[in-house]
């Protein structure tokens, strides 16, 4: 054997590419003592750690959809995917705490490698794009990043992958897929809408109620807000109406179908019932996603604020009036919120039939 051919051994330094890793932070800028500018360093530091998570999220992300994407997603799966969500959620976490590190930069600090970013801007994060895609962010729900349109601001060759990504189903529609193939929703012995609806109406009845009995307010303010009750009462129970939520859906307010929106709600309902424990975390987990990617938006919308004002964006975008318009019209599973609205009281909830409160439980325990 010859010397080129003996294998190397195995270094933390060789295996994490620690050498290469390190020169990889190539400051641009030049002040006049010919240095670069002290903060471009933690500039550069702070944006590729961002890509490096939004590495791993991805490898996380297209596991869950790949999960989803199989025609009957085994329960024994139920646990990665929820684990993979977890640390997707923690790793947006990490991402919102790095803001505060960037934060300690200050405005003139960044003034003095401003200019040398020319017209690169963290809008042209190919992976994010990707993330944003995977997730389910649908086109027409997009804002423009100033005068063109997101793809615009990327090369061909990004721009030919992400187009690749619109041919393939994104994890919000296989997640609706598989919600809308939720059990139990409607058998024989139980209509889960039809009961639900009058666990709601008692609710309400309830609420009626109690106002009647006031005696500290006026009779005008008491009609006023019986009209607010009542007219609350009428646009919750609208929710569960299918032709009233295709009429929502179809202008545009509401993105999930009435049959993943009811599954979703009985999750939610019964998520104590054991095999509906990991459904109902997963719910919870794609809501706190969209959550923190929301929260990340408006820490750099604020942090743009205090750094630059109300200047233009480094690629050439509004700033920070770009950035806050993201933080709701980006959201991508708020319709998830909407079960939220149409909960009542444990002890309004209908009961489920035997039948099926053991089909729910854990088989040793029938």
């Known amino acids: 054997m010859n010397q080129e051919s003996k294998p190397v051994n195995l270094t ?106 020319g017209s690169a801007s963290g809008f042209q994060s190919f992976q994010f794009r990707v993330l944003e895609l995977t997730l389910g962010l649908p086109p027409q729900q997009r804002i423009n990043y100033g005068t063109i349109t997101y793809r615009e601001a990327l090369n061909p060759d990004e721009q030919e992958q992400l187009n690749a990504l619109y041919s393939r189903p994104s994890l919000f529609e296989l997640i609706q897929a598989w919600l809308e193939r939720t059990p139990f929703v409607q058998q024989e012995t139980f209509d889960f809408v039809l009961t639900y609806r009058d666990a709601l109406n008692a609710s309400y009845d309830e609420e009626l109620a ?31 109406h299918p032709q009233t939520h295709a009429q929502q859906v179809q202008a545009g307010f509401v993105r999930l179908s009435w049959h993943a929106l009811v599954a979703a709600l009985l999750i939610s309902v019964y998520r104590d019932q054991p095999m509906l424990q990991l459904p109902w975390r997963v719910i919870q987990l794609l809501l706190e996603i969209d959550d923190r990617l929301a929260t ?69 325990g029938q």
């Open 12 to 117: 933390y330094s060789n295996y994490l590419k620690i050498n290469e890793l390190l020169n990889l932070q190539l400051p641009l800028s030049r002040m006049p003592d010919g240095q670069p500018a002290h903060d471009e360093l933690l500039f550069i530091l702070i944006h590729q750690a961002y890509e490096l998570w939004f590495r791993q999220i991805l490898h996380d992300v297209e596991s869950v959809r790949q999960l989803f994407a199989q025609d009957r997603l085994p329960e024994n799966k139920m646990g990665i995917v929820v684990s993979r969500l977890e640390r997707t959620r923690l790793i947006l976490d990490l991402l919102i705490d790095q803001v505060r590190v960037l934060e300690t930069m200050t405005p003139l600090d960044f003034l003095d490698f401003r200019n040398s970013l």
């Open 210 to 240: 109690r106002l009647a009995g006031w005696t500290h307010i006026s009779s005008e303010e008491k009609e006023a807000r019986r009209q607010l009750i009542e007219a609350s009462r009428n646009q919750i129970l609208s929710l569960l």
């Open 296 to 364: 990340w938006r408006f820490r750099h919308a604020q942090m743009v604020l205090k750094m630059l004002g109300k200047k233009v964006g480094t690629g050439g975008s509004s700033g920070y009036d770009y950035l806050m318009k993201t933080v709701e019209q980006h959201m991508i599973f708020r319709d998830f919120a909407i079960v939220s609205t149409l909960l009542v009281a444990r002890d309004r909830l209908p009961e489920l039939p035997e039948t099926i409160r053991r089909q729910l439980d854990f088989a040793f």
